[in-house]
């Protein structure tokens, strides 16, 4: 009879407690996004509203806008070979893995024990064996192991944001790399071009001067210039190295296993929808782990708050315990204890004050770093907006220019033929003329470079736009 009263008196306790630690209250503030202040117009783009995260949503194979499929190889090695990418998948493994230890805080400890002690008294030796289940639990009665989990949920859920950003900046970082790449492919296509017509014009001076029509200082001259032209070449090659070792690391290679061969500019500029909705800007990784950083910092306040609270932890143990181990585990062996303890602390020089204030300080400075980071966003979407736009309009007059480059160029070699005007007339006019063309392979490489930047400040382009 009393075994079943001891029995429904643990069983009471028990649920006591359970509901205590389920319907006890939770310190701190309730979590709700910082407000950021932006305008409801952009200079550069129309249709945008208040960003809210939404990283989680689909980015597609954003690279494949650009229609070059080599690129498209390259750029899907990042995922499973870029080292920094690994690093990142490694640290949101880490945050998991952190985030299952806080939510194990809300179940008992249990453990067993087994042990034989042997020991004499007055010439008599005694064994004793014991085998026993110990078992302690400490309620959530104040909330801050809901806290500690509420804050180990937002920081993988900030992990996985950022697991995401450097993949996605390893990704525009190779498109950039790979577009310079290309453009220098063109530059040093064009300058060998332009050192086979420097040679053509050093044949024409030399039957000039071989005709008696012109010094050698002419020959001179267009020697210096075709020898500068071969030099430039040269250096073009040390660019372009760089440029390949660049994306080799980017690919998780070293630079002396990769190589790119050399190929014409086969990619195109994708085209900017006229209007880019903000759904597009919401899903920037960096903007989403900034937001749940400050989720996290926000629980952090709880679980400061609750340690100036008692806490109370109730345990339990049961075993066996004989002089002789064919007795163990007979009735008259076993034994069991229930205990129930509250502790509090009276003085701690300030120590929870200063932690709480710490973590209200925390989380304003993840407010910040949010707002901040929001802001950074739309400016770099603008810049980058605009640089477009310009630069294509600078691209057309560039294009004019070179067209009239080359008119100037064929006139000037057609009147030193002629022996209307000096040499220095034919390299001023040749010089301009390469001049206008390596300027528009420049802009070209800039073109490119700001949709790559755009793609990446909208956090992976403009796909899906018009879905529901």
Same mark, same amino acid.
């Given at each position: 009879?009393?075994?079943?009263?001891?029995?429904?008196?643990?069983?009471?306790?028990?649920? $006591?407690?359970?509901?205590?630690?389920?319907?006890?209250?939770?310190?701190?503030?309730?979590?709700?996004?910082?407000?950021?202040?932006?305008?409801?117009?952009?200079?550069?783009?129309?249709?945008?509203?208040?960003?809210?995260?939404?990283?989680?949503?689909?980015?597609?194979?954003?690279?494949?806008?650009?229609?070059?499929?080599?690129?498209?190889?390259?750029?899907?090695?990042?995922?499973?070979?870029?080292?920094?990418?690994?690093?990142?998948?490694?640290?949101?493994?880490?945050?998991?893995?952190?985030?299952?230890?806080?939510?194990?805080?809300?179940?008992?400890?249990?453990?067993?024990?087994?042990?034989?002690?042997?020991?004499?008294?007055?010439?008599?030796?005694?064994?004793?064996?014991?085998?026993?289940?110990?078992?302690?639990?400490?309620?959530?009665?104040?909330?801050?192991?809901?806290?500690?989990?509420?804050?180990?949920?937002?920081?993988?859920?900030?992990?996985?944001?950022?697991?995401?950003?450097?993949?996605?900046?390893?990704?525009?970082?190779?498109?950039?790399?790979?577009?310079?790449?290309?453009?220098?492919?063109?530059?040093?296509?064009?300058?060998?071009? $332009?050192?086979?017509?420097?040679?053509?014009?050093?044949?024409?001076?030399?039957?000039?001067?071989?005709?008696?029509?012109? $010094?050698?200082?002419?020959?001179?001259?267009?020697?210096?210039?075709?020898?500068?032209?071969?030099?430039?070449?040269?250096?073009?090659?040390?660019?372009?190295?760089?440029?390949?070792?660049?994306?080799?690391?980017?690919?998780?290679?070293?630079?002396?296993?990769?190589?790119?061969?050399?190929?014409?500019?086969?990619?195109?500029?994708?085209?900017?929808?006229?209007?880019?909705?903000?759904?597009?800007?919401?899903?920037?990784?960096?903007?989403?782990?900034?937001?749940?950083?400050?989720? *996290?910092?926000?629980?952090?306040?709880?679980?400061?708050?609750?340690?100036?609270?008692?806490?109370?932890?109730?345990?339990?143990?049961?075993?066996?315990?004989?002089?002789?181990?064919?007795?163990?585990?007979?009735?008259?062996?076993?034994?069991?204890?229930?205990?129930?303890?509250?502790?509090?602390?009276?003085?701690?020089?300030?120590?929870?004050?200063?932690?709480?204030?710490?973590?209200?300080?925390?989380?304003? *400075?993840?407010?910040?770093?949010?707002?901040?980071?929001?802001?950074?966003?739309?400016?770099?979407?603008?810049?980058?907006?605009?640089?477009?736009?310009?630069?294509?309009?600078?691209?057309?007059?560039?294009?004019?220019?070179?067209?009239?480059?080359?008119?100037?160029?064929?006139?000037?070699?057609?009147?030193?033929?002629?022996?209307?005007?000096?040499?220095?007339?034919?390299?001023?006019?040749?010089?301009?003329?390469?001049?206008?063309?390596?300027?528009?392979?420049?802009?070209?490489?800039?073109?490119?470079?700001?949709?790559?930047?755009?793609?990446?400040?909208?956090?992976?382009?403009?796909?899906?736009?018009?879905?529901?």
């Amino acid at each position: 009879m009393k075994d079943n009263h001891k029995k429904l008196l643990m069983r009471s306790v028990a649920a $006591t407690l359970v509901a205590l630690s389920l319907n006890g209250c939770v310190l701190g503030p309730d979590y709700v996004r910082p407000a950021v202040d932006i305008p409801a117009e952009f200079k550069e783009a129309r249709g945008w509203k208040t960003a809210e995260p939404r990283d989680d949503k689909p980015r597609g194979s954003w690279w494949e806008l650009f229609g070059d499929p080599a690129l498209n190889v390259l750029v899907e090695q990042v995922e499973v070979s870029n080292q920094d990418v690994q690093l990142a998948l490694a640290q949101y493994r880490q945050a998991q893995a952190a985030a299952q230890a806080a939510r194990a805080s809300f179940f008992p400890d249990i453990g067993t024990s087994a042990g034989v002690d042997r020991s004499s008294s007055k010439s008599k030796i005694s064994n004793s064996f014991n085998l026993g289940l110990d078992a302690s639990w400490e309620p959530d009665l104040w909330g801050g192991i809901a806290r500690s989990v509420e804050a180990g949920k937002a920081s993988l859920q900030s992990s996985a944001a950022l697991l995401g950003a450097v993949r996605l900046s390893a990704q525009a970082n190779l498109v950039q790399d790979y577009f310079q790449l290309r453009i220098v492919d063109e530059t040093m296509a064009l300058q060998s071009r $332009t050192v086979d017509g420097y040679r053509r014009a050093l044949q024409i001076t030399q039957n000039q001067l071989a005709s008696g029509i012109v $010094t050698r200082a002419d020959v001179a001259q267009a020697q210096s210039q075709l020898k500068s032209a071969e030099a430039q070449l040269i250096d073009l090659g040390v660019t372009r190295a760089q440029l390949e070792h660049a994306i080799a690391i980017l690919i998780g290679k070293a630079p002396a296993a990769f190589s790119l061969d050399k190929s014409t500019f086969n990619a195109r500029l994708p085209e900017v929808p006229g209007s880019l909705p903000s759904s597009l800007l919401e899903r920037r990784p960096d903007i989403a782990a900034a937001e749940r950083r400050a989720a *996290a910092a926000n629980a952090e306040i709880g679980v400061a708050r609750a340690a100036f609270y008692p806490s109370f932890s109730l345990g339990v143990s049961g075993g066996f315990q004989s002089t002789r181990v064919s007795d163990l585990f007979d009735v008259p062996s076993r034994v069991w204890s229930l205990g129930a303890s509250l502790a509090q602390t009276l003085f701690d020089g300030g120590l929870r004050k200063a932690r709480s204030a710490e973590a209200i300080a925390s989380y304003d *400075a993840s407010v910040a770093q949010y707002r901040q980071t929001v802001l950074g966003g739309l400016q770099e979407v603008e810049d980058n907006l605009v640089a477009l736009r310009l630069l294509a309009d600078e691209a057309v007059v560039q294009a004019e220019a070179v067209t009239a480059a080359h008119e100037a160029e064929r006139l000037a070699l057609d009147q030193y033929k002629a022996g209307t005007v000096s040499y220095s007339n034919v390299i001023i006019a040749q010089t301009a003329s390469n001049n206008a063309e390596r300027t528009a392979l420049l802009l070209l490489g800039r073109r490119y470079s700001a949709s790559a930047l755009l793609v990446k400040a909208l956090g992976g382009g403009w796909q899906g736009i018009g879905e529901k």
